[in-house]
């Protein structure tokens, strides 16, 4: 991904002159781009992937691609060439990659440094004097605690407080009444053509320097979900401020009680004509006065109001800031998809993950939505793609898929994730899923191509995939499968290989690897030969014998009932319907099936 950094002039003309050819495929669903730059006067190489597999571009489409990318993630002044490679084995992106990698490197250890002392400025103490006119300053000392601090900052001219954070998410950046930029402030987000907020011009002695507070707009009306009567008639539909709102509302309930006190003037009257012979005369009297009382009252606030104090008839609402809106993402989120997505990271932040940057478990913070919106501080992503390049020992580098605990992630292949592995991940039917395979396909421009290969990753049960006993078989019936996945006890019957240690591997589960070459599979019983064969770090099975599905994927049950080598409806096969025969144990047309297909398995 896009990575600004500074190298020396040398290491760039070196580049120049050695730019790689690179053997181009006809067309491909990713391209690597690479761009070459300028900046402040010393040059440096970012990279970038294009495309996201599943639209196929051409040499010269992608080269397009590349240069928008380029200029569109960076000032377009700066790029000087882009290069670029498809990304598949063999088609010159690893090349390119290298190339670019070469160009930085000599600013590496110096962007570095920069990205360590940033992490650790972050994480560490700090100490910020808010100053009259300059904003939160941060100080180089007064960081060993709140009272040091404060003493600094009393004796810091022209401060009006301090503040003393412990980490990152307490700086003054973090107070969400500082806008950092003037179009994050004066936005139309409801269409109207009008700007919801005014950039105020004044530095607040508590923002950083250069933030700035946001203050709702006055020329902004605001349409009320109830309206308010209004006693000259019609009514109040939108107002401009709190102010103007609570005027009308004041005027309604005016007019409302001015009314409840004439209905009870009167009323006191008709008890006081009826009292003289009710004995109430006394009581009528007390209504009339209380209601005249609080009419003239009602009348006179205003008066009173100012008397009191004149700003109160004002209606003048206290200038406050509006709140900079920031966004929450899913912990599930990538830095690689945020990217795609149009987010932006801080360069700065990216951290050398276990193969480096930019690349499996490389951790970034995330700065902003693609609409300019900022994110909650401190919200990190992690980049989770492998490049076909990085792999653990053992596993296979063109299959590789970078899975992640949340701090740290690993490219590894599907067999690899064995109930007891070196990762401490447990495996699981999603994470399993996840390490798939990509397919490949006879004609993958087909809007429904035809399998080539297909590959699966999944995650099983199976006894025999966790015993290195050479021709383990397992004896099963439907208690001791389901016994298996549940485990607590060891499961009677099953094989004397079947040792405690096996059951609690089972139990727990592997992940497996499967392929199968469609283009040998014609007819249904193609899909009982010994050749497909299901993988994992300790062992490896025939597809044909793994016949329970309540054991997990893949199985020659589903796989045969599924027939995804597309025997009945791909030209040139034998047209068959594959169904899994429960009485013969295996798959077979049709026309020989002697039993309906039993899906807990068994042969």
Same mark, same amino acid.
């Given at each position: 991904?896009?990575?600004?950094?500074?190298?020396?002039?040398?290491?760039?003309?070196?580049?120049?002159?050695?730019?790689?050819?690179?053997?181009?495929?006809?067309?491909?669903?990713?391209?690597?781009?690479?761009?070459?730059?300028?900046?402040?006067?010393?040059?440096?190489?970012?990279?970038?992937?294009?495309?996201?597999?599943?639209?196929?571009?051409?040499?010269?489409?992608?080269?397009?691609?590349?240069?928008?990318?380029?200029?569109?993630?960076?000032?377009?002044?700066?790029?000087?060439?882009?290069?670029?490679?498809?990304?598949?084995?063999?088609?010159?992106?690893?090349?390119?990659?290298?190339?670019?990698?070469?160009?930085?490197?000599?600013?590496?250890?110096?962007?570095?440094?920069?990205?360590?002392?940033?992490?650790?400025?972050?994480?560490?103490?700090?100490?910020?004097?808010?100053?009259?006119?300059?904003?939160?300053?941060?100080?180089?000392?007064?960081?060993?605690?709140?009272?040091?601090?404060?003493?600094?900052?009393?004796?810091?001219?022209?401060?009006?407080?301090?503040?003393?954070?412990?980490?990152?998410?307490?700086?003054?950046?973090?107070?969400?009444?500082?806008?950092?930029?003037?179009?994050?402030?004066?936005?139309?987000?409801?269409?109207?053509?009008?700007?919801?907020?005014?950039?105020?011009?004044?530095? $607040?002695?508590?923002?950083?320097?250069?933030?700035?507070?946001?203050?709702?707009?006055?020329?902004?009306? *605001?349409?009320?979900?109830?309206?308010? $009567?209004?006693?000259?008639?019609?009514?109040?539909?939108?107002? *401009?401020?709190?102010?103007?709102?609570?005027?009308?509302?004041?005027?309604?309930?005016?007019?409302?009680?001015?009314?409840?006190?004439?209905?009870?003037?009167?009323?006191?009257?008709?008890? *006081?004509?009826?009292?003289?012979?009710?004995?109430?005369?006394?009581?009528?009297?007390?209504?009339?006065?209380?209601?005249?009382?609080?009419?003239?009252?009602?009348?006179?606030?205003?008066?009173?109001?100012?008397?009191?104090?004149? #700003?109160?008839?004002?209606?003048?609402? $206290?200038?406050?800031?509006?709140?900079?809106?920031?966004?929450?993402?899913?912990?599930?989120?990538?830095?690689?998809?945020?990217?795609?997505?149009?987010?932006?990271?801080?360069?700065?932040?990216?951290?050398?993950?276990?193969?480096?940057?930019?690349?499996?478990?490389?951790?970034?913070?995330?700065?902003?939505?693609?609409?300019?919106?900022?994110?909650?501080?401190?919200?990190?992503?992690?980049?989770?793609?492998?490049?076909?390049?990085?792999? #653990?020992?053992?596993?296979?580098?063109?299959?590789?898929?970078?899975?992640?605990?949340?701090?740290?992630?690993?490219?590894?292949?599907?067999?690899?994730?064995?109930?007891?592995?070196?990762?401490?991940?447990?495996?699981?039917?999603?994470?399993?899923?996840?390490?798939? $395979?990509?397919?490949?396909?006879?004609?993958?421009? #087909?809007?429904?191509?035809?399998?080539?290969?297909?590959?699966?990753?999944?995650?099983?049960?199976?006894?025999?995939?966790?015993?290195?006993?050479?021709?383990?078989?397992?004896?099963?019936?439907?208690?001791?499968?389901?016994?298996?996945?549940?485990?607590?006890?060891?499961?009677?019957?099953?094989?004397?290989?079947?040792?405690?240690?096996?059951?609690?591997?089972?139990?727990?589960?592997?992940?497996?690897?499967?392929?199968?070459?469609?283009?040998?599979?014609?007819?249904?019983?193609?899909?009982?030969?010994?050749?497909?064969?299901?993988?994992?770090?300790?062992?490896?099975?025939?597809?044909?014998?793994?016949?329970?599905?309540?054991?997990?994927?893949?199985?020659?049950?589903?796989?045969?009932?599924?027939?995804?080598?597309?025997?009945?409806?791909?030209?040139?096969?034998?047209?068959?319907?594959?169904?899994?025969? #429960?009485?013969?144990?295996?798959?077979?047309?049709?026309?020989?099936?002697?039993?309906?297909?039993?899906?807990?398995?068994?042969?």
């Amino acid at each position: 991904m896009l990575r600004v950094g500074k190298i020396i002039v040398l290491l760039m003309a070196l580049a120049s002159f050695a730019a790689p050819q690179v053997a181009f495929a006809e067309r491909a669903s990713k391209w690597w781009c690479a761009c070459y730059l300028t900046t402040d006067g010393s040059q440096t190489c970012d990279e970038t992937i294009i495309g996201d597999g599943s639209v196929f571009f051409d040499e010269t489409e992608a080269q397009t691609h590349c240069q928008t990318a380029c200029t569109t993630n960076l000032p377009s002044s700066t790029v000087t060439k882009v290069e670029i490679g498809t990304y598949v084995a063999g088609g010159g992106w690893e090349q390119v990659s290298d190339d670019c990698k070469a160009v930085r490197d000599g600013s590496n250890a110096s962007a570095s440094a920069s990205a360590s002392s940033s992490a650790g400025s972050s994480a560490a103490q700090a100490c910020f004097c808010n100053i009259a006119g300059q904003g939160a300053t941060q100080q180089a000392s007064g960081t060993s605690d709140a009272e040091a601090c404060q003493k600094l900052c009393v004796g810091t001219p022209k401060s009006q407080g301090y503040l003393y954070a412990t980490d990152s998410s307490q700086f003054p950046s973090a107070n969400l009444q500082c806008f950092s930029k003037e179009e994050l402030c004066e936005k139309d987000m409801d269409g109207d053509g009008i700007n919801d907020g005014t950039f105020d011009s004044k530095q $607040p002695a508590e923002c950083p320097s250069g933030w700035h507070y946001c203050y709702p707009s006055d020329t902004k009306k *605001y349409t009320l979900q109830i309206s308010i $009567p209004s006693p000259s008639g019609g009514a109040v539909t939108s107002v *401009y401020n709190y102010g103007e709102y609570v005027n009308a509302v004041y005027k309604y309930l005016l007019g409302f009680a001015v009314t409840i006190a004439i209905v009870f003037v009167m009323i006191g009257g008709i008890r *006081y004509v009826v009292g003289a012979t009710t004995g109430e005369i006394g009581k009528a009297k007390d209504m009339i006065v209380k209601a005249i009382t609080g009419l003239i009252l009602l009348l006179f606030a205003y008066a009173i109001l100012y008397t009191v104090n004149p #700003e109160l008839i004002k209606m003048k609402v $206290p200038k406050l800031p509006m709140i900079r809106q920031v966004s929450l993402l899913s912990g599930g989120d990538s830095c690689d998809a945020l990217l795609n997505e149009g987010y932006t990271i801080d360069r700065n932040s990216v951290t050398e993950g276990r193969y480096g940057q930019n690349i499996c478990g490389s951790m970034a913070v995330v700065t902003t939505k693609p609409d300019g919106t900022e994110v909650a501080d401190g919200t990190t992503c992690m980049f989770m793609d492998c490049f076909g390049r990085a792999v #653990e020992p053992g596993g296979n580098k063109e299959t590789a898929k970078c899975l992640s605990d949340g701090a740290t992630g690993w490219c590894v292949s599907c067999n690899q994730i064995y109930a007891e592995n070196d990762f401490g991940i447990t495996p699981s039917v999603s994470r399993c899923a996840s390490l798939d $395979p990509a397919d490949t396909y006879v004609n993958a421009s #087909e809007t429904n191509p035809a399998y080539d290969q297909y590959n699966v990753c999944g995650f099983t049960h199976e006894p025999t995939m966790f015993t290195s006993v050479a021709g383990a078989t397992a004896a099963l019936t439907a208690t001791t499968a389901a016994a298996i996945v549940s485990g607590g006890t060891l499961a009677a019957g099953v094989g004397a290989w079947y040792t405690l240690d096996v059951a609690d591997e089972a139990m727990t589960g592997s992940c497996v690897d499967m392929t199968i070459s469609c283009q040998k599979v014609v007819a249904c019983a193609d899909y009982n030969s010994s050749a497909w064969q299901v993988t994992n770090t300790k062992t490896d099975n025939e597809l044909y014998d793994l016949d329970w599905p309540i054991l997990g994927d893949p199985n020659i049950v589903d796989v045969c009932n599924s027939d995804p080598c597309g025997v009945r409806t791909v030209e040139g096969k034998s047209k068959e319907t594959c169904v899994y025969n #429960e009485g013969t144990g295996d798959c077979r047309a049709t026309g020989f099936v002697q039993a309906e297909p039993d899906m807990t398995g068994g042969h």
